[in-house]
């Protein structure tokens, strides 16, 4: 039995997390997400289930994914095994430090803090791509299997098997090839991967339904015609991003191109060293295209135009125009709102998103006055935006029928003229106007830092008169133990060491020569030194731990730096980590004000989200052919549209849900299981076919209750009652790309030509019906047996 419930993310677009139960007895989140507002409300429904969970599953790096992780370990009391990708560890931890670190330079934030982070980090078991897990504990019998989803490097898609149910939990993946990532391993070529193909359930989510992508270059192309025209205009660009998952699809793409040009480009977070650092050691999990540029000894995020900037300031390093990828991705927080703020009362700068944004973000609404201005500009000229949408999403509910058959995406007839036509939303400037919380982190000025002070060196005097009591009390102590250590020590050479210890340069008695009857002991001139005892305890001799305090990591040359700079010599050396360097050295204090921002800046919006488009969901989807559906994480608008479209397709699943946050969700098969005991002669009288690891056969017997038993009993049926033999039963299941590589395997030329059909030695055809049996066609000849008997050899018959 499979129950569902959506904790998160259902009918909206929030944060993600969701519910699985198995029998009653096993439940597996997945995704435990939040936003950077941290409204602890949001976790109510986590909060009555976080202490149950036996099993956590994290898919991205990002917020959405598990920004509330740290938070429920800590006082939820989520303590259960937790599982998720090497990159996503590495990353998911850096954004969550610059989260902190946006917030805390800005505002008292008491959430949770770093050591919650990493604490909570640490009970990650990290796994690799293809990689079978099979779950311990409560969660035995229970098998886990992440696969490369795109999007975000170490992003993953999720499979749960337990016995004959598999689960699939596919959100936010890509199976268009990027710079530094492949597509997502479900769809490639034109083909469903095998291991996901016709799950239990699938769920899936319906951010982009209503969304037709233009091609890939025509939006890199907007990208950069539109920095240059502002950097040619004397202006600069900010382009808000996250912190760790996408920016390096950006930093990467923007590096590249920056190479000739004379502007600065600068990446500026809190943790932009360590994020670059790990992605240089993480490019495995990238695609084939960044792994041949190492094979060359050239790391690709070795960058040559790219600065490093963790500290607001450091921009005063590069005056005039330049170009900062700045977070936080909501502008809600962090540098990116800084700058919005500086930057966009003017008419010079640009502001380019290149995400949407969080719902109910300042983002997110300068998306939508960009929608309305573009919207409006548009029907001056002629046909609405909206209608151009709608005709789109007509053609593509009518094309996706034939794509989805023959492997291929579906579309309309003139999907590139579609593109291109969405592409034409340009450039706008803005006249906005909002009131906009603001919170700064500024130095103590006047009378609060004469205060400051004050209290300052109140404190440091009450520190050093309890330091200095009890470094006396711990002097005493030592003396007492000396004492007991050298009884044996004569009074005389306590004098001596007293004597030699407080004055210098004198005539003294040597203590370790004696004179004769002749001879007198003669003094020396000599610098005294004490050779203090050494002390031991249980554990060995005691250290005192001044000795190893050093001033720790020093720059300079004899420091430990890290060499980043390019070959054209654009790049920085960096002496030592950066964000270890205090931002500020003076007193500060917190101040929160509201203030209305009038906007009059450029904007853009171009979408590299990294995200499959409507006409891609549609597509790959209904190939996945999933006996259940679960719609998960989009709009109302896009819910409803995602689940039409599936209805609309004969070969679709018609349990298709859409649940709304809270609802519990019972998928399970309608089946019985009812317990009876074998006989012996029925058992010795069975034929068992293997399939996997089962071993198969067809009963035909008499129930009957024994007198001294309550469970049933099967036994043969007398040859009086028996009704002969029965019709052979196929057990099994196998898919036509399977089957394609089995008979080559046996030397028969297998193509797939039309609709799903697969030719065989261009005599036979083998394709699927409505209702997923193997149809054999072709003439009866020798080929036609000799394929029937490998399909025979597929299945178990019984």
Not at 224 to 251: C, M, N, Q, Y
């Amino acid at each position: 039995m499979i129950v569902v419930t959506a904790i998160s993310g259902a009918q909206n677009e929030d944060a993600l997390c969701y519910l699985v139960e198995f029998d009653n007895e096993v439940k597996i989140l997945l995704d435990c997400g939040w936003n950077d507002q941290f409204n602890v409300e949001d976790l109510k429904h986590l909060r009555r289930v976080a202490k149950q969970v036996d099993c956590l599953l994290l898919s991205h790096p990002d917020l959405p994914h598990l920004g509330a992780f740290p938070y429920a370990c800590t006082n939820f009391s989520l303590n259960c095994p937790v599982y998720a990708t090497v990159p996503v560890v590495n990353m998911g931890r850096m954004c969550l430090h610059d989260i902190y670190l946006s917030k805390t330079n800005s505002m008292e934030f008491d959430v949770f803090g770093l050591e919650n982070v990493d604490v909570a980090f640490e009970k990650i078991t990290p796994l690799k791509y293809s990689q079978p897990m099979a779950l311990g504990g409560k969660c035995k019998g229970i098998t886990i299997t992440a696969y490369a989803a795109g999007h975000t490097i170490g992003g993953t898609i999720w499979r749960i098997k337990k016995d004959t149910e598999d689960v699939v939990y596919a959100v936010d993946y890509n199976h268009k090839k990027e710079r530094h990532l492949d597509g997502t391993v479900m769809h490639f070529n034109g083909e469903v991967l095998d291991a996901l193909s016709r799950p239990s359930l699938m769920i899936t989510d319906a951010y982009n339904s209503l969304v037709i992508h233009p091609p890939r270059k025509q939006r890199e192309s907007d990208l950069f015609e539109t920095i240059h025209s502002t950097l040619a205009s004397s202006g600069s660009v900010l382009i808000p991003t996250d912190s760790s998952a996408r920016v390096l699809e950006l930093a990467y793409l923007l590096d590249q191109r920056f190479q000739n040009v004379n502007y600065p480009l600068i990446l500026l977070t809190h943790m932009s060293y360590r994020t670059i650092q790990y992605a240089k050691s993480m490019l495995e999990w990238m695609s084939d295209a960044i792994n041949r540029q190492f094979d060359s000894r050239e790391n690709p995020f070795e960058f040559k135009s790219l600065r490093l900037c963790h500290r607001l300031k450091d921009l005063n390093q590069y005056p005039g125009p330049k170009v900062v990828l700045a977070s936080n991705l909501s502008l809600e927080t962090g540098y990116a709102k800084d700058l919005l703020l500086e930057w966009g009362t003017s008419k010079l700068n640009n502001v380019i998103l290149v995400d949407r944004g969080p719902p109910n973000s300042l983002a997110r609404r300068l998306y939508n006055e960009w929608i309305r201005m573009t919207t409006e500009q548009e029907k001056e000229g002629g046909r609405s935006m909206e209608e151009d949408i709608d005709i789109v999403i007509d053609e593509v509910n009518e094309g996706q029928k034939d794509g989805a058959k023959n492997g291929q995406l579906g579309g309309p007839k003139d999907g590139h003229q579609t593109g291109q036509m969405l592409a034409t939303r340009q450039t706008v400037l803005l006249d906005y106007r909002e009131k906009i919380q603001i919170h700064k982190r500024v130095p103590l000025e006047g009378s609060e830092l004469v205060e400051y002070n004050l209290e300052l060196q109140t404190r440091q005097q009450r520190e050093a008169a309890q330091a200095a009591l009890i470094a006396r009390s711990k002097s005493i102590i030592e003396e007492s133990d000396d004492d007991d250590a050298s009884s044996d020590t004569s009074d005389d050479d306590e004098g001596m060491e007293e004597l030699l210890y407080n004055q210098f340069d004198l005539y003294v008695r040597d203590a370790t020569k004696s004179g004769g009857f002749f001879k007198q002991t003669q003094s020396y001139r000599m610098f005294p030194y004490v050779e203090k005892r050494k002390r031991f305890d249980d554990y060995g001799e005691i250290l005192a731990p001044e000795m190893f305090e050093g001033g720790g990591r020093r720059s300079g040359s004899g420091g430990l730096g890290v060499e980043n700079e390019g070959r054209d010599g654009k790049g920085e050396q960096e002496k030592e980590d950066p964000t270890m360097v205090q931002d500020f050295d003076v007193p500060t204090k917190y101040v929160n004000y509201e203030e209305e921002v009038h906007f009059r800046c450029q904007l853009r919006f171009v979408d590299l989200e990294g995200l499959n488009d409507g006409r891609a969901l549609k597509t790959i989807v209904p190939q996945v052919q999933p006996r259940k559906l679960i719609i998960i994480h989009a709009s109302p608008e896009a819910t409803s549209d995602f689940a039409q479209s599936c209805f609309v397709i004969e070969s679709m699943t018609r349990d298709i849900y859409t649940p709304a946050v809270g609802e519990v969700l019972n998928v399970s098969a309608a089946i019985n299981f009812y317990r009876v005991k074998l006989t012996d002669a029925l058992v010795s009288s069975l034929k068992f076919s293997r399939l996997d690891e089962y071993d198969l056969a067809y009963i035909t017997g008499m129930i009957h209750l024994p007198p001294d038993s309550s469970v049933p009993v099967l036994d043969l049926v007398s040859p009086d009652e028996s009704t002969g033999g029965h019709l052979p039963v196929f057990i099994g299941e196998i898919k036509l790309t399977e089957l394609k590589r089995v008979l080559q395997a046996e030397g028969i030329i297998a193509e797939f030509k039309g609709e799903g059909v697969l030719v065989c030695n261009e005599k036979v055809a083998v394709r699927k019906s409505t209702n997923g049996q193997l149809v054999i066609e072709g003439s009866l000849s020798e080929d036609y047996y000799k394929i029937r008997d490998v399909i025979y050899g597929q299945h178990a018959i019984l």
